[in-house]
């Protein structure tokens, strides 16, 4: 079989070349219609119409009118826990707050324990179920936080699992290590935050076990200078930085960021016009998660806003095992369409190339060029249009990681 295949018959290939998307840019997403695609060695090697197809030696691929669109990409999941909290979801409706439940040992407490309890291959197999939901979605490249430790034992394993999932599942991984996710009650944060500098953090480097890391800086977590405390050191080790700010209270997250130069800054449910100045100025992606403010029934993140200013601004599905056990990024792309006054295109263009710029592999994957990966999804609709009006099954009929099919 040739190593070279064409994909034939396809009625609109959203292309998203060009590069980031930013105000009006990101209704622009490339149509080619009637369109045919070529791939060699997992590289897309030519784009064209089918009235200027010539076919030598590839395998021909029939896409019978369906469409096309690059993989999409996931810059924010927290993959690896253990258990669940279905049990919180009855006080969620009945008005408790985030942090009321997290003050009285729930939330992030009770999932610490559940993925300190949990063996290595339990966490692997749960992830791996997560994945392929993942995959089902169209997602093709997933970030994902450890967080759930808050020991060196079990920060190491939620990397460890992440490591060994990337060698046998066909999506890519993008570790992040997040240390300060939580303080256990009783701790002193700066004790904890150093314990993790001194003890966890040289692990994880020299067994490259993470390539970002990040924190949640909030009230009632982690305030700015502890924030920056730990994230400067995991800059000097060599990790890039992503921090969650802004999803309660706006407590400094925007200048913490700005003075690291963070590639992303996630949730940003608060961030003021000042802030998305900044956000702006530095070049740092806002990675929006509006199944977040769905679940949890809190305002959606200002997105006209920060459209109307600049702003570089992805959105990814929060999976996680509290606020937003969500791997549907199908859903989530509806949510945020009518959450946050999204045109489809717009939503489109902040899943693929946008979330690629918020884990530095734009220049990779999140567009259907020459000289990218050839990681897109086929999908049984008339436009893409239609998978976010309409509240339809999955239309999603397969899915190409480096021009292999994983769905």
Known sequence: MSNKVVYIN???????????R????????????????????GIICEIGYMKDLKITDETVVDVKNQIMIPGLIDA???LVFGGNRVNEYAMKIQGASYLEIYQAGGGIHSTVKATRDASFTE??????????EFMSCGVTTLEAK??????YETELKQLRVVKELQKNVPIELVSTFMPAHALEQGKEAYAYLGEMIKEVLPVVVKEDLAEYMDCFLEKGIFDAEQSMYILQAGKEAGLKIKIHIDEMEDIGGTEVACALGATSVEHCMVTNAKSMDQLKENGIVTVILPATSFNLGKPYANVPLMKEKGLMI???????PG????TDSLWMARIASRGCHLTPNEVLSMMTINAAKAIDREDRIGSLEVGKQADFVIMNVDSFDEVIAHMMANPITAVYKKGIRIV
């Open 10 to 20: 396809i009625s609109k290939l959203y292309s998203l070349e060009g590069g980031v």
């Open 22 to 41: 930013v105000q009006q840019a990101l209704n622009e997403v490339g149509i080619y219609e009637d369109a045919y695609l070529k791939v060699a060695d």
């Open 76 to 78: 924010h999941s927290h």
């Open 123 to 132: 966490l692997y197999k749960k992830a791996e179920k997560a994945i392929q």
């Open 146 to 151: 450890s967080g759930y430790g808050l020991n």
């Open 314 to 320: 992805a959105l990814s599905n929060d999976y996680n």
């Open 323 to 326: 606020s937003c056990p969500c």
